[in-house]
């Protein structure tokens, strides 16, 4: 089972993994997305992006770690969207990967 992140710890960047799982993957990669456009917001406006870059990075080990432990094939994509992401942020700054999750979020908010 994934541990349930502590609100005791001073970590501010932790997640409820309970509640995180309980998201069907595409609400959970628009979430994701959510992060991953405000990360590349806020680099792109030359303010301090790490906060965000934390939560972003978080949020795809959640899920990540959920995908590894039910041995889901999807784990593949989620890990090439991190990687992807990190590209975009540190190398090529490519819009194409904001472009990808804006296609979960809509699908997540279709499904609802």
């Known amino acids: 089972m994934i541990p349930k992140s502590d609100p005791a710890t001073k970590d ?8 995180w799982n309980k998201l069907s ?3 959970q990669m628009g979430n994701i997305g959510s992060e991953v456009g405000r ?17 972003a990075l978080d949020l795809f080990d959640a899920t990540a770690a959920l995908l590894a432990a039910q041995r889901s094939i999807r784990l ?11 590209q975009a942020l540190y190398v090529s700054d490519d819009p194409g990967i ?5 296609q ?3 699908a997540a908010r279709r499904d609802r």
């Open 39 to 55: 990360t590349l917001k806020i680099k792109r406006q030359g303010g301090d992006f790490m906060p965000a870059l934390t939560r």
């Open 25 to 27: 993957l595409l609400e």
């Open 104 to 106: 979960f979020a809509i």
């Open 12 to 19: 501010t960047h932790a997640i409820d993994r309970e509640r």
């Open 76 to 86: 593949k994509e989620v890990l090439r969207a991190k990687d992807q992401f990190l």
């Open 98 to 102: 904001e472009n990808y999750f804006t």
